[in-house]
């Protein structure tokens, strides 16, 4: 029996004036393609309602979307915060919290990999251009295609993220304003851009503790790219056979 993916989702305000819970579908179609059942976690679950359901899931997959509230890490204010959510922010937490507790496989993208480090006492750039000198440029949505590979980012050996890949460098996309300005607790930096800004993180102890910056379900023409989603999947499975 394939294990079940709990994959976080959004919420938008459309055209109509009404709010929907929004996931790209390309989360879904990733997890599919590494073999495991994609489930959508509707934002705004409760914690009792989380408590209730979490034993469902095999694994976790934090996905892109929004800025976190900067009360969450003592962020500096910046005009370009945009689209925060304190009801996702406060459920990706506790989910983060409860994968890392209880040797849960997490995989976080983009605003997962943010959310990860700021659940484990890290801190983040609120912009990286206005806070950070000599930086490359990071935020290239809406200017290209999702899967354009704007820069390499260098992957630190004997890593998690460099027994996936299989390589020391790889070319990824780029569809950020936001990075990791101090590194939380229990976490290992494992890729860095060109400029130095952190790319993937880890926590080396556990089953599946990682995020990237960068998002590779827009990327799955690259065997590393659906790699990562595969071993994720084969984490979440084992801990499946296990209970």
Known sequence: MPPIIGITSGKILGNSQLTRISLIDKYVQAIQLAGGVPLVIPTGLTSSELVSCRQVFDGFLLTGGGDIAIERFDGEPNSRISDVDPDRDRMEIEITQYAFEENIPLFGICRGIQVINVTMGGSLFTDINSQRENSIKHDWYPEVARNYEAHSVKIVENSKVHQIIHGDEVNVNSLHHQAIQTLGNHLSP??????????????????????????????????????????????????????
């Open 190 to 243: 494992t890729a860095y851009a060109p400029d130095g800004i952190i790319e993937a993180i880890e926590s080396p102890p556990h089953l599946f503790f990682l995020g990237v910056q960068w998002h590779p379900e827009w990327m799955l023409s690259s065997p590393s790219m659906v790699n990562l989603f595969k071993q994720f999947v084969s984490s979440a499975k084992t801990k499946f056979q296990r209970n």
